[in-house]
C-alpha cells in the first residue's frame, strides 16, 4: 500500500478543485481517482505515446476540446483546464456508451472507435457486449479493473489500516488574472513563496514567463493570493505600469 499512499500525497493540492468540478458536472464523484492510475497525480506526466497531464490527454483530444498547445503553454497540464476537458470528454463517453462507465473507461483508456469496433464484433457473433464480455487490448482489459480496486481500496482504507494523506476538505490553490506577461520569478517574489510552489501549480507555462498573449491565469496557494494582490499594489504605485519590469 505504500505507493497509494505515496500517490494519495501527490493528489493533495489538486484533489479538492478537481471534485469541486466533478459535483459541478454531477457525474461520480469515484472519478476523480482515475488520475491516480493515469499520472499518480502528477501533472507533468507525459506517456511514451505523447499524452501528457494528470489526466493523460493525447494532443488531438485536447485541441478537439480547444486546449491552447503552442510553445509557451500546454493546457493538458494545466489542472483547472485539462480537468474541464477530461470530465467533458469523459460524459461524451458515458453518453456514446448509453451510460455505461465501464465502456466509457475503457474508450477513454483505447479509444472510442476501439470499443464500438469491438462491440460490432460481438454482436455479429451472437456475443454479449458488455465491458467483461469484449475483446479490448490487454492494457485496457487491466485499466477498469485496476479503477475498480483502486475505488475499492480507497472507500474502504480504514478498514484496511491503509493511512493515506490527509487532505483538507478546502481548496489549495486560487487563481489570479494578469494582464500583462510576467516572469515567474517574479509571481514567486510577489507572492512571497518558492518559484518551485509557483512551477508546480503551472506545469502547463513551458518556460519562465506567462504566454505573450493575455489575459494569464496563474495559480498560487490560497494564503499567499492576498499577499501577491498586496504586493503587485505596492509595485504598481511605485513604478507606473508601462514602465514595469515585467
Partial sequence: ????????EHASPY????VELIEEQGLPPELA???IIESEYMPTATSN???????QLAALTGKLYGLK???WYDGRKDIDASSKVALKYLQYLYEKFDGDWLLALAAYNCGDARVMSAIRTNKRLG???DYWSL???QETMYFVPKFLSLVYLIKN????EINLAEIPNKPYFSSVTLNNQINLQRVATLAEIDIKEVKKLNPALRTQTTHPKGPHKILLPVKHVDVFHTNMAYQAKKTPINKAKQ
Fill in 127 to 129: 456475443k454479449p457486449t
Fill in 135 to 137: 475483446k479490448l487490448p
Fill in 33 to 35: 481517482l482515475l488520475p
Fill in 49 to 55: 505515446r505523447g499524452a501528457s497531464g494528470i489526466w
Fill in 15 to 18: 484533489l479538492y478543485h478537481v
Fill in 1 to 8: 500500500f505504500a505507493k497509494l499512499i505515496k500517490f494519495s
Fill in 69 to 71: 498547445q503552442d510553445q
Fill in 157 to 160: 482504507h480504514r478498514d484496511l
